[in-house]
């Protein structure tokens, strides 16, 4: 049976296949410590930090523009506190970018770091510059496991975040056997914003991956299909296919098709498809 993780990875360079990562930043290292640089135009961002993973100290952020330093802070998450990781690290993503937003808005500085732990967290953070202060002011946004991919696919070029939605993660059976469908976030008015039906393509090409996963679990008398069954139908559904979702899950609990094999208290076949009915109802994908 196709695992999540590996279908995780699938999609992901799928869909970084039809992108372009915005700013390949420049990283320079000294005996326990290091540094990430990256410009664009008269911007300029730089994440320093010593140590050594997976404990990162001194962490610091400094932007400035034309020579002129507009923000230098240590760097703090609400999830890691001042102990965060830069993300590249852990082979998930680029550690610091500088790009726009929108296609009107100035640059803005994106920074990738990573929490630690088994099963988190990669972290995005948004420099924005306040003309009020002028200064930056920083949002961030949890990703989770999933790990995110910063691409420009959004309007002329403004980056994404394309990642996967860890509501999903244990929801019905375990971390290595849950399927999570693609999610999209973009930025704009200083808040994280889900686009992810804004791209059609990506999302069928999801589905039909987590489809194809789901068909290949035949091969071991479809063990912990749920997972599989759970991400496609949110796919689906997001999709406006709700009639689809609904005869497929039908006849799939009719052929016990729809089992969770962590433990018998998980719910399965009809009792499944209720529970997974409720469950995409309340996280949005059925209005």
Not at 163 to 192: K, Q, R, W
Not at 209 to 226: C, E, I, K, L, P
Request: glycine share 8%; with cysteine.
């Amino acid at each position: 049976m196709l695992r999540s993780g590996k279908v995780r990875q699938v999609l992901v360079t799928a869909a970084v296949a039809v992108a372009v990562v915005l700013v390949v930043p420049v990283a320079g290292t000294t005996a326990g410590a290091a540094s990430f640089t990256a410009n664009s135009g008269g911007l300029r961002a730089t994440f320093s930090y010593s140590g050594h993973f997976p404990q990162a100290k001194n962490a610091r952020l400094v932007i400035s523009e034309s020579g002129k330093v507009l923000y230098d802070r240590p760097v703090y998450s609400r999830w890691c506190g001042s102990r965060c990781w830069p993300l590249q690290l852990t082979g998930h993503s680029t550690v610091v970018h500088v790009a726009h937003l929108q296609p009107s808005a100035p640059a803005s500085v994106i920074l990738g770091l990573y929490s630690g732990g088994a099963h988190c967290c990669s972290i995005e953070q948004v420099f924005s510059p306040n003309a009020r202060t002028r200064t930056f002011s920083k949002i961030e946004y949890d990703f989770g496991d999933p790990g995110v991919r910063v691409v420009a696919l959004g309007p002329g070029g403004s980056p994404v975040f394309l990642s996967a939605d860890s509501s999903f993660a244990y929801a019905f059976t375990d971390y290595a056997a849950s399927g999570m469908p693609i999610e999209i976030l973009s930025v704009s008015h200083g808040e994280f914003h889900d686009v992810t039906r804004s791209f059609p393509k990506l999302i069928a090409r999801d589905a039909t991956m987590w489809r194809h996963a789901f068909n290949s679990s035949a091969r071991g008398h479809y063990q912990d299909t749920v997972g599989l069954a759970a991400a496609w139908a949110a796919d689906e559904d997001m999709l406006g296919h709700y009639s689809v979702v609904n005869q497929f899950l039908s006849s799939q609990a009719a052929a016990g098709h729809l089992n969770s094999a962590i433990s018998p208290e998980e719910p399965s076949g009809h009792r499944f498809v209720a529970a997974l009915q409720k469950f995409l109802r309340r996280h949005g994908y059925l209005k």
